[in-house]
């Protein structure tokens, strides 16, 4: 099932990955950390502690009852100063509790391994948790794991490509907490009901490809299966990956489970082994900081909330006055405003750069070259796209399924004349779901 | 000292890194395709080929920029493709031509094909092909008078026919094929040598700057055809512009098919009229006629060629 002849079309991006050597360090606490009340895709939670209350580490701090959500964590131990309002990373409105830290992080009494004795006691167990997509997504993953057709769900596919420059914090915990991944990954495929699982690693990962294939070995060769993808951009993107390791086509909107598939990142699998054997839920995060700006970069496990700045701290302070603080990687992450943000669950990088990738580089005509065309995994036409942007014609972009666009931004990497391809399809579909909804 | 570093942060939209290849770059490139052509011009035509070529590459370049500054659109001589407009439009040229027809080609070129339609990549046909379809109505005497080759001039024959001259029936002998492999021949300056163009040519595939669907397509239909006519079909591919047509004109972006379909199209498209035209009519070579018209036929073969998209099924 896992033989497949044709790929994707896909680009070349330089790699990278200055820190694929660095060790994980684990960060000092912080002396207050800034937890975000919206970690996830779907509703904010609601504080659960007002100013002045002391709180332990793994103590739940927000929840809601609003089935797409997950509960938020305190990451440390010391009492809630306050509970702020506050501009998010999107440029949306947000929720913080800020709690300044004692530094003796005690842990909450509540906290024990979880039992799964049913499907339902473990999707409930994944809730608690705190889990979300930590691929980048941040997609909750009780929800994920708790499909209609759970019955048709026969395979687990676990995204280690890992494709973005720069970042190499998943290639850290294939290699630092192997035990943890295929652990955590034989507990989905119990509990789920799933027959094989697969783990895509890209190929200029042989450490991890090894790791993970002697740790299979150990536990007694069980259906799990490492597959070595091609290095390329986008590997890693989900319907990428379920195509290459499947050969399945997943449309834009669809769930991987109506194609029998589940497809969770290694460091949520890596955490799920953990969780289920010491029960402290998701308050820390393994970090890659990275860029040309930073005086030390590093792969850095800081407590959720952390500040920026304080991360950046951490790691030697600037080197130079930062021109573009990224969120995640360079090909998808969202340029970020200040480095008073504080980490969320999802953050897999801070990058920071001053020198010449921190430019808007100056768009110039099109002269059709083409190589949008060969860049775009889904064979969309961005020059075509681009101009049905500009006319605003909705039925045009339907026509070229826009909505098929992952955002990867292949795009916009590869053209010659700098065009911001790739915003303009989201442009694109924002006409879309404009005339759609009129 | 708080926000000190928020001073200076930019936000824009991803990705946030870019290829290194720009159009500059892209133009480069073929610039630097071009030069095994321009070397073996040069030795077989002697120095006047420098001076015409940099006359040509001064001249667009110049329109260019004094097009721009009148119309007030942004500076974009820096693209370099008005260089290479002005290199492709010397090498159709006959090495004696005089710089002022030739100033009046990359007129044509740079202002009427490239600029008049909204600059780079608006272009209909392909400015240096149009523009020697110009100079060659308006001033065919000049645009015919082919200097002889290194060797073969004498004291009072210094011009001749070129090989599809010959075979049109023009007073003279064809030269071998090894000749015109090597490229000593007469005809435009830099087209004679097959060579130096298929040098080129395979550099700007290996590159990745050209596909090689339309160069393969359009000299295989060429030599298809002639074979079928019961002519040499090495000859026909080897004379006139096949070769720097079928690698550097008809591979033009702005006005050739973007997928690969198309280019198959648009190479046979090619192949087929500069072989009509040789054949069946009145001149004796059809490379740029045959460009020009598929060049109008482009945005139909594209439209011909939508692709199918990945997904878009539902199940």
Redesign the interface.
Known sequence: MAEKKKHLQSIHVPHNKNTVECETERMPIPDFVYISMSQHIGAPCRPLVKKGDSVKVGQPIGDSDVPMSVPIHSSVSGIVSGIEESRSDNGGKNTLVVIEADKKQELWEGIQAPKAGSREEFIQAVRASGLVGLGGAAFPTHIKYNPKNIQDVTTLIINGAECEPFITSDHRIMVEETENIIDGALLVMKQLGMQEGFIGVEDNKPDAIAALRSMIEQKGNPNIEVIPLRSRYPQGAERVMVYEVTGKTMDAGVLPADLGVILSNVTSIAFIGQYFKNGIPLIAKRITVDGDAISRPANVLCPIGTKIADVVEFCGGYKEPPKKILMGGPMMGRAIFSDQLPVIKNNNAILIFAGEQAWVKEETACINCGRCYRACPFKLMPTLLSSAVKRRDAGALERLKVMQCMECGSCSYICPARRPLSFNNKLGKAIVKEAQSK | M?????D????????????E???S??MGTVILALVPSFFVSTYVFGFRVITLTLVCIAACVTLEYLFNKITKKKQ?IG?L?AVVTGMLLAFNVPSNLSYIIAIIGCFVAIVIVKGLFG????NVANPAITARIVLFLSFTTQMTTWPLPRGQQTADVVTGPTPLGILKGANGVLPSNTDMFFGFIGGSMGEISAIALLIGGIFLIWRGIISPIIPVSFIATVAVIALAAGQDPVFHVMAGGVMIGAFFMATD??TSP??PLGKLIFGIGCGCFTMIIRLFGSYPEGVSFAILLMNIITPHIDNFCE?????????
């Open positions: 708080e926000n000190k570093a928020n200076t942060l930019i936000v824009s939209s991803a990705p946030h890194l870019v290829s290849v720009d159009t770059r892209i974009t693209d493709s600059g780079l990549g608006q972006y702005a973007i997928l692709r199918r998209i990945f997904g878009g099924v539902k199940s």
